[in-house]
């Protein structure tokens, strides 16, 4: 019993061009569901005829096993953030907060409980008396989501939220809002085009691109198991490295025609049935040789020396490859570098259909540590 | 060492005011070329005339307007006590009072209506403003021929319903209703234009969000777009009373600022006076007060307003 439910969704603006093609998935109720995409991937769409701002072109949208595709947004029991707030200029910022009540009708002395109620959980009893431009991007954010939470709505929608915040007031908000729908039971969905916001924040995260859902599951399950090459890359920040792999001999194959790893049984299974092989490797595993031998040497390009880490930038055959080392690592550009790179570590993927073909399997061992 | 520095500051110092002097004289001589075309042109035909329309106020005229005799407030003290100019300002203050609020609300209707996304709203939007692409002549000659006793269309429309006629252009009692309709016809599609140039300028988000919040339609007219245009409000309300004492063109061509001088409004009055009369004193003297009034109007508005106004 799923609290929303989409069902073949489809949008168009244009007969013939699909924005969003048979749109399918469920949200639980009390989840944080994150749609993450690239910008024109249909996200906002999607979001929007959720919140019936945008006519469904076909299929179903269900909310409480309701079918609520003909509803108008005030019907629908919902609350939304915008991305640029929508916070009315005129109005200060109690007024902005009582907007909705006051359409309601609801009384008096219930929208005074809530605004007090709303205004000390948002930090903004000092602020009431003043308008939307006297106050900073932060405290703007605040009334807008003041809004949503003095509506009351079991369902908060939410479009790029943090996107006009600078990234340290970002980070902060990030906890906020989550710790928000934790202590209200919200069901909230999420739209952004930063994969940080989606993996530190979901619940579940969904993957769009081009209108096609990616990949729906649990931010780890995204990160250590992409179903496909975008998903890869997309997930992931520094991305994740690809390259083409080229089969030598049975023994041995080569990527990007630098680096060579051994066959294993698995990998010669999956090559009797894939043709053309994509190899992805997280940046984090392309690892110092302190505990292990060498496996191979790689030319430096480039040091980002971060503090508590160092990235550094490899050419392979071409591509620039990431590697991110923790710690402090006094290395020059310029320099062939020994690396250590476990054949376990990588993923493969189908180069023509995109698709998985086998995650890395490291996984349940040493990375993930269980309290 | 620091004695060399202080005197090589002391130079420099000097050096250092007399470029920055140099470089200030220079960027005055430029701005003042940038306005020289505009003092050139307001000096010729504003300035001179207002300060010798007031020179004027205090003299009698031959009738070629040269100035005769001094003759001080004596043009001003005169013109209240007549009861012509009475009249003639008790009718601009009433045309004023008939027009500047139909206009503002019928255009806002209009603005509010042709905002919406419909269908071939365009051609409704062009249908709308194209009364500010007619002359002000070409449309009272329209307007003439629908007040026309006999064919004009007004009369048929109220003879078809047994009514009876109304001589629209020369009973006192229409006559100032008849001039106000015309204008408010005229002035419809300025005010139109920029009304929904204002409406058209407001984030769409606002609305979206007063949806989701449950705001019905006249909800969101009275929360949102009525205070989010005020300053296009104040505009239109101040531009619109300013034209509409300054009204001349449907005047001259309809009534004339008859009958019994219902119609003859401030601007009028100066034409005739200055025109027919030859009494450019007594003219200028009307003018000078028709400016005073507008200037006194417009500040009252501004002290009102600018509370009630709500600015980005």
């Known amino acids: 019993m799923s609290y929303i439910e989409l069902t073949d969704i ?20 009390g989840e944080f569901f994150v749609l993450v995409g690239p910008s024109g991937s249909g996200k906002s769409t999607l979001l929007r005829m959720i919140a019936g701002l945008e006519n469904v072109t076909d299929g179903i949208l269900k909310m409480n096993q309701k079918i609520v595709n003909h509803l108008p947004p005030k019907d629908r029991n919902l609350s939304m953030v915008f991305q640029n707030y929508a916070l009315y200029p005129h109005l200060s910022v109690e007024q902005n907060i009582l907007f909705g009540l006051q359409a309601k009708k609801v009384s008096k002395k219930e929208q005074k409980k809530r605004l007090k109620e709303t205004a000390e ?89 081009d209108g096609e859902i990616q990949q729906v599951g649990k931010p780890i399950t995204l990160y250590n198991e992409p179903a496909n090459l975008f998903v890869a890359s997309f997930i992931g920040s520094p991305k994740m490295n690809i390259g083409k792999a080229e089969v030598k001999n049975t023994s041995c194959f080569l990527i990007n025609n630098t680096l060579s790893f051994p066959v294993g049984p698995i990998l010669q299974e999956a090559l009797k049935e ?98 | 060492m620091t004695e060399a520095a202080a005197t090589l500051s002391q130079e420099d110092y000097i050096l250092f005011e007399q470029t920055k002097r140099k470089h200030r004289y220079k960027q005055f001589i430029k ?12 000096s010729v035909f504003l300035f001179y005339p207002l300060l010798r329309t007031i020179y004027l106020s205090f003299f009698l005229t031959d009738a070629s307007g040269a100035p005769t005799v001094f003759i001080g407030w004596d043009n001003f ?49 062009t249908i709308f403003s194209s009364g500010m692409g007619i002359s002000v002549a070409a449309a009272s000659v329209f307007w003439l021929y629908l007040f026309h006793p006999t064919i004009g269309f007004l009369n048929i429309i109220l003879d078809t319903f047994r009514l009876e006629k109304i001589s629209w252009l020369t009973d006192p009692s229409w006559a100032l209703i008849a001039i106000s309709v015309t204008t408010i016809w005229m002035n419809i599609g ?47 309300v101040t531009v619109t009373i300013i034209n509409a004492f300054q009204t001349f063109g449907q005047v001259d061509i309809l009534t004339q600022g008859g009958p019994q001088n219902a119609t003859n409004f401030i601007v009028y009055s100066i034409y005739r006076e200055a025109f027919t009369n030859y009494q450019f004193g007594s003219a200028s003297a009307q003018a000078i007060i028709l400016f005073i009034i507008i200037l006194i109007m417009t500040i009252i508005q501004f002290k009102l307003g600018e509370r009630k106004v709500h600015y980005q």
């Open chain 2, 190 to 236: 300025f005010t139109f234009l920029i009304l929904l140039g204002g409406l058209q300028s407001m984030d769409k988000y606002l609305y979206e969000s007063a949806d989701v919040d449950g705001a019905g339609y006249f909800y969101k007219l009275r929360r949102i777009t009525i205070p989010m245009l005020s300053p296009t409000l104040f505009f239109v």
């Open chain 1, 274 to 371: 894939h043709k053309d092989i994509v190899v992805g490797i997280r940046p984090e595993h392309i690892q110092p040789t302190t505990h292990h031998e060498a496996t191979h040497s790689l030319e430096v390009v480039n040091v980002e020396q971060l503090g508590n880490e160092t990235t550094l930038a490899f050419d392979v055959d071409g591509e620039l490859w990431t590697a991110k080392w923790p710690g402090q690592w006094d290395i020059m550009a310029g320099h062939q570098l020994k690396v250590y790179i476990s054949e376990e570590h990588l993923s493969f993927f189908d180069a023509q259909t995109k698709q998985l073909v086998r995650p890395a399997s490291f996984n349940s061992q040493e990375e993930v540590q269980a309290i």
């Open chain 2, 31 to 42: 701005g003042m070329l940038f306005l020289l075309p505009s003092i050139v042109l307001f």
């Open chain 1, 10 to 29: 489809t949008k168009s603006y244009h007969a013939g061009k699909n924005i969003l093609e048979k749109i399918n998935f469920t949200i639980e109720k």
């Open chain 1, 121 to 209: 959980m948002m930090g903004l009893s000092d602020f009431l008396d003043r308008k939307p431009r006297q106050l900073s991007g932060g405290q703007r954010q605040r009334v807008a989501l003041a809004r949503a939470v003095v509506s009351e709505a079991p369902l908060c929608l939410m479009d790029e939220p943090l996107s006009n915040l600078d990234a340290k007031l970002r980070a902060q908000m990030r906890v906020e809002i989550r710790r928000l729908q934790k202590q209200l039971g919200l069901t909230l969905i999420y739209v952004t085009h930063d994969q940080v916001e989606a993996m530190t924040m979901g619940d579940r995260i969904m993957v769009l691109n």
């Open chain 2, 77 to 125: 003290v005169t013109l209240f006590q007549s009861s012509i100019f009475q009249q003639s300002i008790k009718s601009t203050f009433l045309f004023v009072l008939y027009t500047v609020p139909l206009t503002i609300v019928v255009s806002l209707f209009l603005a509010i209506i042709a905002n919406e996304k419909l269908r071939g709203i365009g051609f409704f939007r």
